[in-house]
């Protein structure tokens, strides 16, 4: 598809034509007319109501399937910008997902000993098309997890890049960006693992990425 078109499309993972997804668009954005209306509702939706968890899988397609991460309620950053993205394409708002490397500095502790670094390669977040532009949007961390670490909650407007803060409440660093690896139409599974692959010790590769890291 050419043009905006291919950023609203159904894919196997970004699957926005499973019902269960239409639904969920649907019910999220009931009575809302405009497009920045609908992308601030769905945000909410997948920062909150999908819980933060970085210890899941990430191996297989289905892993970062849209439908598959409603189903659960929970999912790391880029299972939840993979159903930000799906939902705001079923409301016929343009979107595609964006990587960046970003830089942890109170990275949690079990995830810290399956890393060699803190250093994260393929932190993973949604670009909609809004009022003329790509905006960026992360709903990796819900309300709860920011309140019981003390970060600074990102906000959307539908209008300005929703990004992680630098620092957190109490004024400690947090999250510095280094790299940002550009937009991409569907999940790159391979390129996600060849990232990982990098950084995890080889006792938690197995576990993560499963056997195709070996």
């Known amino acids: 598809m050419k043009g905006m078109g291919r950023y609203l499309k159904s894919t196997s993972i970004i699957d926005c034509d ?12 009931k009575g809302e007319k405009g497009a920045k209306e609908k992308s601030i509702f769905l945000f909410y939706f997948a920062r909150d109501k999908i819980k933060y968890n970085p210890y899941l899988p990430r191996y297989l397609p289905e ?10 309620k929970q999912g790391f ?13 079923v409301a016929g708002i343009p979107a ?7 830089k942890n500095y109170l990275l949690p502790e079990k995830l ?19 009022s003329g532009k790509w905006v960026k949007t992360n709903p990796a961390f819900d309300l709860e997890t920011c ?6 909650p990102v906000e959307f407007d539908g209008k300005n890049d929703a990004i992680f803060h630098s620092h957190t409440q109490d ?26 692959a990098a950084v995890l ?6 576990k993560i990425l499963g056997n195709k890291s070996s």
């Open 77 to 89: 950053c880029v299972q939840k910008a993979v159903l930000l993205v799906a939902l705001s394409r």
């Open 147 to 152: 309140q019981k670490h003390r970060i600074i």
């Open 96 to 102: 595609r997902l964006g990587f960046a490397v970003i």
């Open 63 to 72: 892993h970062f399937r849209a439908s598959n991460t409603l189903a659960r």
């Open 18 to 29: 499973h019902e269960t997804i239409l639904r969920k668009t649907q019910e999220v954005t």
């Open 201 to 206: 010790k080889p006792e938690a590769r197995s």
């Open 112 to 130: 810290a000993e399956m890393l060699q670094t803190n250093v994260i390669p393929d932190h993973g977040y949604a670009e909609l098309y809004l």
């Open 171 to 196: 004024g400690k660093l947090h999250i510095e960006y280094l790299l940002d690896r550009g937009p991409y139409e569907d999940v790159p599974v391979d390129a996600i693992q060849e990232w990982d």
